[in-house]
């Protein structure tokens, strides 16, 4: 007789998880309680040791260029994803576990062990949620509505174990009469006899033992068939219903932010067509490579990186920002203080680039940013002697150290609390984020929730993960096109449009070089940048040639220093070398 496996137990304890996955996602939807996938996996990401969760984070890029899949649409799906196979996995070694000790121990199925299960498998995860949760219902509602869905889980575990154990027993049952009814010997005695003499006391009953095998696969079968129904029809429709009313409120966000008084957004202006008469726009405006980015990133197209798996959403209406510790006027501060002019308003039109991406990273975005001087918050706070860092705090768990000496040779710096025109977005850090110039974004904190003015220096988050202290923006440049479709002719001679991107910070681009199929390197005509702190968008048109061909780039910042074109990773500096696009014609 074969008895209730391991594999069973699995089965059960992951049905079971996938409907509590859907549950919770739809306590999140309608009352913003906790989602404890989530919850663990960043808790996870976050105390694992920084060269585990880089080199996590570097597999998944490298694995999505290798699938020429886009990071910027998908990494954070991923990580969700990876998020939700993780608690489905923990579920799973529950449910092993779980039938292991039951079966080992042959422990009753009784409605305390579910209730012992559901305490121990949820207690640590309750224990986590709260500890890292953004929910914002109260400490006392999450833990009564997390115990009340575990101990569920546990008592439905219990049940189904209970509900198998009693088809097995059945079986058996049906089993020994069968022997008893053939041999006219009770099946313990049977099974002595055998063991005395070597010889089955048992008559031929193979086709009726069949029958009762036959019955109790069956009956199992049904209930795991009735199991995995149930549970698929409750994953389903509250995972569905949750993420139908996720998606009005992001799209209800997205009107707000929009509904902004005053306040009309940023786009790049519309270039007029080409002249015929001057296909390379040498007399009028500079005319891209057709397929380049736009020059100003619309953001809806802006690359995001956050710690969670979800971005963090502020209210700004309760939004306080407390400045404190080596001050002498401590401020606490709100929305309103930041746009209501108490400080002069700055415009800057910035690119900021992830560290993490590799060489042609679309995890790079030139947006208009608006804010206020650092150095002007700071001038009223009033600086002591001994001021030399600020520690900025962030509401996803983010942390970074800022050298005051820095803040006060460049006024630059600015809190910023809009793009483009409008309200920072609540997936890129509203309501305020701070930018500094020559700096990958790791070292520039969003959703800021408090600032202490401290005489000791502190490792930001990146920093304790091994990343580079200053992160120093590389210089780059990227091929966007090859403009195969678009060949122009000039004075009877075709040439084929290619053009891209060159950034170097707040250092400039002076030129750009373009070769193809390892020949001499030709200058590239560059646009004029929309500021000193952006990528310069440039074009070259290469004689048209039959065949496949390997277009190049490299490019000198405004000092004429060559950009690295030796390859090198993303850590810890971020990486160099030359990018490199083949084309067919």
Known sequence: MKKLGLGTGALVGGLLTAALMGIMYLGEALFSLPFVPFDIFNWVSRELPGAIVTFGIDLMIDSMR?????VVDTAKTAEQMMALMMFLAGGVFAGIIFFGVMRSRKIQAGESAGLIMGLLYGLPQVVISLAITQSSASPLLIILYLAILYLAWGVALNRAYGRLTTIEVSAQTAMSALTTEATGVPAQEGEAAEATTGQPAIIDISRKESEIRSVEKLDRRQFLIKLGATTATITVLSGGLGAVLTSAERRQQDEALADIVGAQPVSTPTLPPPDPADPLGLSGPFQPAPGTRP?????????????QTSPTYIEGDSWELPITGLVDNPLKLTVEDFHSGRWESRDQVVTISCISGRVGSDLIGTTLW?????QDVLAEAGLMEDARYLIITSGDGFHETVDLDLIAADRRIMFAYGWNGMDLPKDHGYPLRIWIPDRFGMKQPKWITGIEVVNEYQEGY???RNWDEDALVRTTS??????????IEVDG?????VGGIAWSGDKGISKVEVRVDGGPWEEARLKEPLSETTWVIWRYDWPYAEGKHTFEVH???GAGQLQIEEQMGNRPSGATGIHSVDARL
């Open 66 to 70: 290798l699938l020429g899949i886009s």
């Open 295 to 307: 020059e100003l990133t619309a953001i809806k197209d802006h690359y995001k990186v956050f710690l």
């Open 370 to 374: 608006t804010g206020v001087s650092v």
């Open 462 to 464: 990146w920093v304790e």
């Open 478 to 487: 990227v091929i966007d096109t090859v403009a195969v479709d678009d060949v």
């Open 493 to 497: 001679q075709q040439l084929v449009p």
């Open 555 to 557: 490019t000198y910042d």
